[in-house]
């Protein structure tokens, strides 16, 4: 009986081991279709003022610490119904303004902030895992879509950027019903964004890894294993990213796809500006 245990547990170690090499070889082959330009202008006002969406979850807490972290950003809101201990933090020193919200379909009291936002940071979401399935798609495509049709009522003049965090395997053409959700989302806004000033981008990330605040010591050793595919980003360099996507005008256009090795690429180059390389 325990040899056929060893045997079990070793077949499933080297399928685990095949999945693992796969994924790093289809990541490897597959993932970047954007490159920073070493001569592409950065406008130094399009994160002048920022929104994040989501910020009391790890993805979202990472797009704040980044937003909080740039000193080009003067603005900061953070639109939400509970606060986190960075909210507060940020709350506390006026870093953050926190705008407690309820209803994510509605943003008529906002109208006069909307108009002054320059880039948006769409972190807001949740599993599918036992999730009635018309709530999940209120969530990830109702939501959204509202929030920037309030956007686009409150102004339409450039710079504005939507960041939204869809993950790896969106698409309407895939057969999961999540993914078909986020992926008619991600069109539908930029269909409304076209002959605007306002660009779009969903972020279909692969694993991001929450900020050191906020994450396990054991994804430190789950990480490497991932990283020769460019299948892992930290939740702060995601919000780096959006934001030199953002200062970078028009070098992506409105609708694009932004895959894991995309967003490595833009952080990187983030990075590099701002002198934390």
Not at 164 to 193: H, I, P
Not at 214 to 232: C, R, S
């Amino acid at each position: 009986m325990l040899k056929v245990l060893k045997i079990g547990t070793l077949i499933l170690l080297a399928a685990l081991l095949l999945l693992i090499v796969g994924l790093n070889l289809w990541g490897a082959a597959t993932l970047g279709h954007y490159t920073p330009g070493a001569d592409t202008p950065r406008n130094a006002e399009a994160n002048r003022v920022v929104m994040v969406f989501g910020a009391t979850g790890s993805v979202g807490d990472g797009l704040l610490k980044a937003a909080m972290q740039d000193p080009q950003v003067d603005t900061l809101y953070a639109v939400t119904r509970r606060l986190s201990p960075r909210l507060e933090a940020g709350q506390a020193t006026g870093r953050v303004q926190v705008i407690l919200h309820e209803d994510f379909t509605d943003y008529q009291a906002m109208g006069d902030i909307l108009a002054t936002v320059n880039t948006v940071m769409w972190g807001l979401g949740t599993t599918s895992i036992g999730m009635d399935p018309e709530t999940y798609r209120h969530i990830h495509e109702d939501f959204p879509v509202a929030f920037v049709e309030a956007w686009l009522a409150a102004r339409t003049a450039a710079p504005m950027a939507f960041h939204y965090v869809t993950g790896m395997g969106t698409g309407e053409n895939e057969s999961a019903r999540w993914a078909q959700d986020k992926g008619r989302a991600e069109r539908r806004v930029a269909e409304m964004a076209e002959g605007t000033g306002l660009r779009t981008y969903g972020h279909r990330s692969a694993w991001i890894r929450p900020t050191e605040e906020n994450a396990h010591p054991g994804i430190y050793l789950l990480e490497p294993l991932l990283k020769p595919g460019h299948l892992v980003i930290r939740a702060v360099d995601l919000g780096r990213a959006m934001l030199e996507i953002s200062a970078r005008g028009d070098e992506i256009p409105n609708g694009a796809l932004i895959d894991n090795r995309d967003a490595l690429e833009y952080a990187a180059a983030y990075r590099r500006h701002a002198g934390l390389d």
